[in-house]
């Protein structure tokens, strides 16, 4: 999908000649130090141009490339941009400090640094401009101070300080990122509000960025910044997102910009009377211990914290709980009345969803120090009652059922496009409107709602979908796999009514050849997901499969597996990409364990023995994350995958590490477990262009690696926090209709889904094989549980699960992982004193189920559990008969 020789600047010559020096890179730098850092500043602009920890080569800033970022134009932390008027007039006047940089005035401070910025901002403003880098018991300060010079009052509308850090992956191999480079994710939260800056190896020290002490700095807005994309770096591609600024102020472009944009806060401005002075800063904290220290770190410099349980995407049955860890607090409410709030215990709070609100929801909490924060949340229906419209909206809405369609491509699910409310027949990025290569894929979400909710009617559907288009068009048979169906080659089709409203002359409008070509392992992965889904809808309800019996999809899901990882003469893989990790193979690893609970041995063998081959190659490799671009997240869900299958421990843990690097936690639904995303929506969505992408389908992939983790490791609660947001925030890309987008815009300018529903296909794929509920024992906020409503009545635990599978459940003081195959958990209880059994309570479900197995797992143990009484072993675990009103069963320890 992704060819190859578009915003790749990563195969770009490296010239060797800088832009123009408006920085004053000339004059060379400052060095300075703190307790905790190595700063150098460049003399002549005094901006931020090397942050480094104490005695640490890791440098925080993209230092070896600053001579290309010398120019006007180019952020820097530093700068400084702003709008203003005189008190009662209508137009905005813009002040911006790297518009037309000169050489700074440096004054005379006790401050590490100081200078008036007048030379290099617009010389009729009437704010004077000092500022100063200052050290703060070993941190880094940054403050500006604004004085009114003129002769009228000013009103403050826009005043937003850039961020720069080293994200920038231009030029550099695999090695050379990981050991230099760094994500930066904000909370827009007001005076709670920071930035996290995670080394994208995950590992090492880590850097927060919090308002200044002493002064009112709040986090309102994350504004991304237009710079100039120019040869060697190239701003704004897919190895270089691009920078954002930290915006206290947005009167002015909520007014402008964004009119029609419901912003994360409450826009405001500040009035400066005449001769009136206002300090605003940031602080540069290091955190030595690393991405799961961040949060403690944040507390440490007096900036309020918040945990969500079970974070920040709330289905209406759940009641979601909040901790606050700061001063007192003197007011708490939401937006909407969105929430009805119960103060549960000391600075700990209740919020049962009222009903009011499908979407956006927000907290604030008014604290008796003054200082205000906000909390972001995601409302929705119940989680099964989301997924069923997904079902009923993609098996009516989406349904295409053209069968004179010269491609073939009916009767499927086929792309949606919300904003003109119809199907996606025709598009120039020809694998959108060709049901394949991610853009197209929308079944494989339809497939695996069947899995966690199947409906005879959805099934129906698909299995005709299944039958003449998946197992004839899409698939070939051989069980090589197209990267489109839909195609431009008027040649082929003469008659054919192309859209030449269109411009087809882009490298992505691929000829029937192009399309046709199977050498793309990505494109397998969704085919597998679609056959295995409806083999486990099957498997478990003998009578809702009419065209084809279970054996037949379990069969073809394997047959597929076996042409994409395929191996020629020489040991390489036969299909492009098959030997890197692929977004959404987690479900080959499902595959593997149907066909040997199966007794499919000879099957089992050989899917075994082509993911060991490609394990073994990542073992050896120090950066294995490679795909198709130049940097990505989608390889480690596979490759985590498989080296935690066979025990390649080294490689798992460094997995793990790479997807913390880009993958936060705040108190926002947005970011938190939004795994790193920024290029797909030039791809798949309807508006193109490159933009931290919300929820895209990393969230809910690189989720399972962290939660099988975490229940290997049940004291790293830090994992369960990360990948249940991952998890569960794909959930908000689904609209009450039902229909659902392929990620949410985050630029202040759009805060909305995409029109297309595009590739949100693996990132549903991800939640159904993800989503459970959890019961740990968090050392910050006690006995918990993540996806459920506990109750406690004296040592008895008892908890509803309000996920929306309802098969898995997590006890991290027993260590076991109890699946079912089908109905639902309609509530467990444990004794929290005595961890060895369970007592669940499993109902038949909307789908109506008459029976189901229990599968336990101990990961990480070496205990044994069974399910008590009378139930017949199958499938390698325990097969239990429903009644209409369910059964109670336990599982103890043998």
Not at 12 to 20: I, P
Not at 375 to 404: C, Q
Not at 845 to 851: I, R, S
Request: glycine fraction near 10%; proline fraction near 4%.
């Amino acid at each position: 999908m992704r060819l190859r020789g578009i915003l790749i600047a990563a195969i770009l010559s490296f010239r060797v000649d800088a832009q123009d020096d408006t920085l004053g890179l000339s004059s060379g730098y400052t060095s300075l130090s703190t307790a905790n850092f190595d700063v150098k500043l460049v003399k002549d602009s005094q901006i931020l141009a090397s942050l480094k920890p104490t005695g640490d080569d890791f440098d925080f800033m993209p230092f070896d490339f600053i001579s290309y970022r010398a120019g006007n134009g180019q952020y820097h932390n530093g700068d400084i941009t702003y709008r203003y008027r005189k008190s009662g007039t209508t137009p905005w006047l813009s002040g911006d400090s790297s518009s037309a940089r000169k050489k700074v005035k440096a004054i005379a401070s006790t401050a590490l640094a100081a200078a008036d910025l007048a030379s290099t901002l617009p010389s009729q403003s009437p704010l004077q401009v000092i500022r100063k880098w200052s050290d703060l018991d070993g941190d880094l300060g940054l403050s500006f101070t604004l004085t009114n010079q003129g002769n009228a009052s000013l009103e403050i509308g826009g005043l937003g300080f850039p961020t720069e850090f080293n994200s920038i992956f231009s030029n550099r191999t695999a090695d050379d990122m990981s050991a230099k480079c760094s994500l930066a994710d904000p909370y827009i939260g007001l005076d709670a509000g920071y930035i996290q800056v995670t080394p994208t190896s995950g590992t090492g020290a880590a850097l927060i960025v919090t308002p200044l002490l002493n002064t009112s700095t709040p986090f309102e807005a994350w504004r991304n910044l237009d710079e100039t994309s120019t040869d060697p770096l190239y701003y704004g591609s897919q190895t270089y997102e691009g920078f954002y600024e930290w915006q206290s102020h947005t009167k002015a472009y909520a007014e402008d910009e964004w009119a029609e944009v419901t912003p994360w806060n409450e826009p405001s401005s500040r009035v400066l009377q005449t001769g009136e002075s206002i300090t605003y800063g940031l602080r540069f904290s290091v955190v030595k211990n690393g991405i799961r220290g961040i949060q403690k770190a944040v507390q440490s410099t007096n900036t309020p914290l918040t945990i969500g349980i079970p974070g920040w995407v709330v289905p209406a049955d759940l009641t979601a709980q909040l901790y606050v860890f700061h001063s007192d607090i003197s007011k708490i409410e939401s937006s909407d009345d969105a929430f009805k709030i119960t103060k549960s215990q000391t600075n700990a709070f209740a919020l049962t969803p009222t009903g009011s609100v499908w979407g956006r929801a927000k907290v604030t909490i008014t604290y008796k120090d003054g200082k205000v924060q906000t909390v972001h949340y995601f409302i929705t229906e119940s989680a099964p009652a989301v997924i069923s419209r997904l079902g009923k909206f993609s098996t009516t809405s989406m349904w295409y059922n053209d069968p004179t369609d010269p491609f073939g491509r009916s009767p499927s699910v086929i792309t949606w496009d919300h904003s003109t409310g119809a199907q996606v027949l025709q598009e120039p990025r020809v694998w959108i409107s060709g049901l394949s290569d991610e853009g197209g894929v929308i079944y494989l979400a339809t497939a695996m709602k069947q899995f966690g909710l199947a409906d005879a009617s959805e099934v129906a559907k698909l299995e005709q979908f299944a039958n003449k288009v998946l197992s004839k068009k899409i698939q070939n048979l051989d069980f090589t796999v197209r990267k489109s169906i839909f195609f431009y080659d008027p040649k082929q089709l003469p008659d054919y009514q192309y859209d030449q409203s269109i411009n087809w002359g882009n490298w992505w409008s691929w000829n029937k050849d192009a399309s046709y070509a199977t050498d793309r392992a990505y494109d397998y992965i969704h085919v597998i997901g679609a056959y295995w889904a409806l083999y486990r809808a099957g498997r478990d309800n003998d009578s809702i499969l009419k065209v084809h019996n279970w054996q037949w999809y379990l069969g073809q899901a394997y047959n597929t597996t076996i042409a994409c990882f395929e191996t020629n003469s020489i040991g390489d893989g036969v299909i492009g990409y098959s030997r890197l990790g692929l977004m959404g193979e987690t479900v080959v690893g499902e595959l593997l364990a149907d066909l040997q609970r199966e007794k499919w041995s000879d099957e089992a063998d050989a899917v075994e023995a082509a993911m060991k081959l490609r394990a073994d190659a990542w073992d050896s490799q120090t950066e294995p994350f490679g795909s198709e671009m130049a940097w990505d997240s989608t390889g480690q869900e596979g490759i985590y995958y498989w080296s935690n299958y066979f025990k390649l421990m080294n490689t798992a843990t460094k997995t793990i590490n790479s997807i913390l690097g880009f993958m936060p936690t705040v108190s926002h639904w947005g970011w938190n477990g939004n795994a790193r995303r920024y290029w797909d929506f030039v791809y798949g969505g309807k508006l193109q262009r490159i933009e931290r992408m919300i929820h895209h389908y990393g969230s809910g992939l690189n989720a399972l690696p962290l939660l099988s983790q975490f229940r290997q490791n049940p004291k790293d609660t830090y994992l369960l926090r990360v990948g249940y947001g991952g998890i569960t925030g794909p959930l908000s890309n689904i609209r009450e209709d039902g229909s659902m987008y392929n990620g949410f815009h985050s630029f202040p300018d759009t805060l909305r889904g995409d029109d297309y529903s595009g590739d949100y296909g693996p990132n549903f794929l991800g939640v159904m094989l993800g989503l459970a509920s959890y019961v740990v024992d968090d050392p910050d906020v006690g006995l918990i549980t993540y996806g459920g409503n506990m109750a406690i009545s004296g040592s008895t635990v008892t908890v509803h699960p309000r996920d929306a599978v309802r098969r898995r459940v997590y006890i991290a003081s027993m260590g076991i992982y109890v699946v079912i195959s089908a109905g639902q958990i309609d509530r467990y209880s444990l004794d929290k004193s005595d961890a060895t059994s369970l007592q669940l309570h499993i109902v038949p479900g909307p789908a109506k189920a008459l029976d189901t197995i229990i599968w336990v797992e101990t990961p990480g143990t070496n205990d044994e559990y069974a399910a008590v009484g009378q139930n017949k072993k199958i499938r390698e675990g325990w097969q239990v008969k429903l009644g209409s009103g369910g059964v109670d069963i336990t599982v103890s320890k043998q």
